[in-house]
């Protein structure tokens, strides 16, 4: 404890933001995989279960658009605790008798989650733009990186823990131990995190929340087609595909895609070697197009493997598994280079409000992707599913051509060995 006190203001802060971040995390990776294979179970289609996470989706693009707004007058220490109270709410309201468990019932749990996983993750991002200096960027696409791959590294543990808690627990058991949890995370959040933490000094009225920034409209719209790629075939088809066609058990299923999400994560942290940081390079419109369109080629070639081999077998599941990996390690990278860019363009007085915009395009390209996620799977099949995700990374990567040309050596000495 002596050696925490000890630590500059900022990186305690840092810490408390991190930290934060990963418990909320960790519940909402496990929640997200409880209900796909619960209610899987239950019988739901695929599209049923897409269905289940629709205001969840809905409500995470209004939440980014109005929370920018929120934190830059109420500070980003409470939109932060505010997702966590939250998402309290939102497992209370899964503990119900399993007869109260209707659709409008789950809908309505899950749209309250999604308002709480963005308010919370509007906040940690914003949060460390305002801990870095403005003249290291390349310590800021650093700990951006490190913030980002790490959340998702624990939100495949998340997976991971909601198909273990979902075998072991039952599905009331594993939501109230996630709940007793958090409200442990938010007693400390309330207690030591700053509180006027991102609040704005010229108070940015309500219509300000829409950006007038060019380069983060591109930005933003890229970021929607790039989320709907990945969400279109791995939110609902995926897992289901994984049960129905190759016959994995929930924990099976639940171990894959958390190993799978650990991996992408971890990728994520260490970005910024692949992207330019050895040469001194601050990455910029050329690295973010050349990422994305490499990644386009992927599903189609997952897509072509498994229309090769209709009847499931080895050489279909060698197909989707190796083809997985590449996925995840490309889309990784672009995810990386993609937060990296929003929280340096991003204006430092009311940091939340870009933030939170580009966020809330995130949000609209999972919605689309979810969406689609079930219903292409349950009348199309998988193979259209990744047909779809290669034409999104197609049109993302024609939208990042108009970003400006940043890419240029402007590290300063110690960034490059930071």
């Given at each position: 404890?002596?050696?925490?006190?000890?630590?500059?203001?900022?990186?305690?802060?840092?810490?408390?933001?991190?930290?934060?971040?990963?418990?909320?995390?960790?519940?909402?990776?496990?929640?997200?995989?409880?209900?796909?294979?619960h209610?899987?179970?239950?019988?739901?289609?695929?599209?049923d279960?897409a269905?289940?996470f629709?205001?969840?989706e809905?409500?995470?693009?209004?939440?980014?658009?109005?929370?920018?707004?929120?934190?830059?007058?109420?500070?980003l220490?409470?939109?932060?605790?505010?997702?966590?109270?939250?998402?309290?709410g939102?497992?209370?309201?899964?503990?119900?008798?399993?007869?109260?468990?209707?659709?409008?019932?789950?809908?309505a749990?899950?749209?309250?989650?999604?308002?709480?996983?963005?308010?919370?993750?509007?906040?940690?991002?914003?949060?460390?733009?305002?801990?870095?200096?403005?003249?290291?960027?390349?310590?800021?696409?650093?700990?951006?990186?490190?913030?980002t791959?790490?959340?998702?590294?624990?939100?495949?543990?998340?997976?991971?823990?909601?198909?273990?808690?979902?075998?072991?627990?039952?599905?009331?058991?594993?939501?109230?131990?996630?709940?007793?949890?958090?409200?442990?995370?938010?007693i400390?959040?309330?207690?030591?995190?700053?509180?006027?933490l991102?609040?704005?000094?010229?108070?940015?009225?309500?219509?300000?929340?829409?950006?007038?920034?060019?380069?983060?409209?591109?930005?933003?719209?890229?970021?929607?087609?790039?989320?709907?790629?990945?969400?279109?075939?791995?939110?609902?088809?995926?897992?289901?595909?994984?049960?129905q066609?190759f016959?994995?058990?929930?924990?099976?299923?639940?171990?894959?895609?958390?190993?799978?999400?650990?991996?992408?994560?971890?990728?994520?942290?260490?970005?910024?070697r692949?992207?330019?940081?050895?040469?001194?390079?601050?990455?910029?419109?050329?690295?973010?197009?050349?990422?994305?369109?490499?990644?386009?080629?992927v599903?189609l070639?997952?897509?072509?493997?498994?229309?090769?081999?209709?009847?499931?077998?080895?050489?279909?599941?060698?197909?989707?598994?190796?083809?997985?990996?590449?996925?995840?390690?490309?889309?990784?990278?672009?995810?990386?280079?993609?937060?990296?860019?929003?929280?340096?363009?991003?204006?430092?007085?009311?940091?939340s409000?870009?933030?939170?915009?580009?966020?809330?395009?995130?949000a609209m390209?999972?919605?689309?992707?979810?969406?689609?996620?079930?219903?292409?799977?349950?009348?199309?099949?998988?193979?259209?599913?990744?047909?779809?995700?290669?034409?999104f990374?197609?049109?993302?990567?024609?939208?990042s051509?108009a970003?400006?040309?940043?890419?240029?050596?402007?590290?300063?000495q110690?960034?490059?060995?930071?």
């Open positions: 404890m002596n050696r925490l006190r000890a630590l500059p203001r900022e990186v305690r802060q840092y810490l408390l933001v991190t930290g934060n971040y990963w418990a909320f995390t960790l519940t909402d990776g496990a929640l997200r995989m409880l209900v796909v294979l209610f899987h179970t239950l019988g739901y289609s695929p599209l279960i269905m289940l629709l205001f969840y809905f409500f995470g693009v209004v939440t980014n658009l109005v929370g920018g707004w929120l934190g830059a007058h109420l500070g220490n409470r939109t932060m605790n505010m997702g966590l109270a939250l998402q309290i939102a497992l209370g309201m899964l503990l119900v008798p399993a007869a109260w468990l209707t659709v409008p019932w789950v809908m749990a899950q749209a309250l989650s999604g308002i709480a996983k963005d308010l919370n993750k509007m906040s940690a991002k914003s949060s460390i733009k305002l801990l870095v200096p403005d003249d290291a960027q390349s310590t800021l696409y650093h700990w951006v990186a490190v913030l791959g790490s959340k998702n590294a624990l939100k495949g543990v998340g997976f991971f823990m909601g198909g273990a808690l979902l075998a072991w627990l039952g599905f009331r058991g594993a939501v109230g131990a996630m709940a007793f949890g958090l409200v442990l995370v938010f400390g959040s309330l207690i030591f995190l700053t509180q006027d991102g609040r704005a000094k010229n108070k940015p009225k309500f219509r300000q929340m829409f950006s007038k920034s060019r380069t983060i409209n591109v930005l933003s719209a890229a970021r929607l087609f790039l989320f709907g790629s990945r969400d279109v075939w791995f939110v609902v088809a995926l897992p289901v595909f994984l049960s066609s016959g994995w058990s929930h924990l099976e299923v639940g171990a894959f895609l958390a190993s799978w999400v650990i991996g992408y994560g971890i990728v994520q942290s260490i970005a910024p692949f992207t330019g940081k050895r040469s001194g390079r601050v990455p910029g419109r050329g690295t973010t197009v050349a990422w994305v369109a490499v990644l386009a080629l599903p070639g997952i897509a072509f493997g498994l229309s090769r081999y209709p009847t499931p077998g080895l050489a279909e599941q060698a197909i989707l598994i190796g083809g997985l990996l590449v996925f995840g390690a490309l889309f990784a990278v672009n995810s990386s280079l993609h937060s990296y860019l929003i929280v340096r363009h991003a204006q430092a007085d009311g940091v409000l870009d933030v939170g915009f580009y966020y809330m395009a995130n390209g999972r919605l689309i992707g979810t969406v689609l996620s079930g219903w292409l799977f349950q009348v199309y099949g998988l193979v259209v599913c990744l047909v779809v995700s290669s034409l990374l197609a049109l993302a990567a024609l939208l051509l970003l400006r040309d940043t890419d240029r050596s402007t590290l300063r110690g960034d490059v060995r930071s």
